[in-house]
T-cell receptor, first 116, second 114 residues
Framework: DTEVTQTPKHLVMGMTNKKSLKCEQH?????MYWYKQKAKKPPELMFV???????INESVPSRFSPECPNSSLLNLHLHALQPEDSALYLC???????????????FGPGTRLTVT | SQQGEEDPQALSIQEGENATMNCSYK?????LQWYRQNSGRGLVHLIL?????REKHSGRLRVTLDTSKKSSSLLITASRAADTASYFC??????????????FGKGTLLTVNP
């Protein structure tokens, strides 16, 4: 199974709502990632988890809260978002090696988030 | 800051023609990767080339890497309408925590006309 799944596919939320994005993989990958992508732009890294621990936070506002409950699941909790947070949110996973970072990333289809 | 810069930003060709996209980067790398993204979808990994490799092939794809010029190119031969997508190069850092960070270039939007 070489698939990364993301739910929901689309999400519309108000600025006072709390919602969560979910990501799941069963490839045994111990690195998982959240990216944000605006239209016609490349993906921008938000968070990296390695061995279920947060290893990189790219200075993301605290209204985005990641969680990695186990090696297969990755969540992104959303609270008090702004309209400019509307974007495609992509989850990815990869192997981790002794040298780190030599492996390709597998991406999910993304969640299209609209903040109203 | 973004590591890779693709050139051209957009490319439109006829089916059957070859498409070449270029990527330049700024700092040392241990590998460079190319990804494809169909409109509004997730990214698909195409090919990875290590810093000690100069050329790599995968099906209709050919990737070159010139570390002295800090540049890479992706050639798609005999293009098909289904190749229409955005193509991104991505690089990883050298060591430590930066190894887990993949930084994408701005991308090339390829349109293959039937």
């Amino acid at each position: 199974d070489t698939e990364v799944t993301q739910t929901p596919k689309h999400l519309v939320m108000g600025m006072t709502n709390k919602k969560s994005l979910k990501c799941e993989q069963h490839m045994g990958h111990r690195a998982m990632y959240w990216y944000k992508q605006k239209a016609k732009k490349p993906p921008e890294l938000m968070f990296v988890y390695s061995y279920e621990k947060l290893s990189i936070n790219e200075s993301v506002p605290s209204r985005f809260s990641p969680e990695c409950p186990n090696s297969s699941l990755l969540n992104l909790h959303l609270h008090a978002l702004q309209p400019e947070d509307s974007a495609l949110y992509l989850c990815a996973s990869s192997l981790l090696g002794l040298a780190g970072g030599l492996y390709e990333q597998y991406f999910g289809p993304g969640t299209r988030l609209t903040v109203t | 800051s973004q590591q890779g810069e693709e050139d051209p930003q957009a490319l439109s060709i006829q089916e059957g023609e070859n498409a070449t996209m270029n990527c330049s980067y700024k700092t040392s790398i241990n590998n460079l990767q190319w990804y494809r993204q169909n409109s509004g979808r997730g990214l698909v990994h195409l090919i990875l080339i290590r810093s000690n490799e100069r050329e790599k092939h995968s099906g209709r794809l050919r990737v070159t890497l010139d570390t002295s010029k800090k540049s890479s190119s992706l050639l798609i031969t005999a293009s098909r309408a289904a190749d229409t997508a955005s193509y991104f190069c991505a690089t990883r850092g050298g060591s430590g925590g930066s190894n887990y960070k993949l930084t994408f270039g701005k991308g090339t939007l390829l349109t293959v006309n039937p």
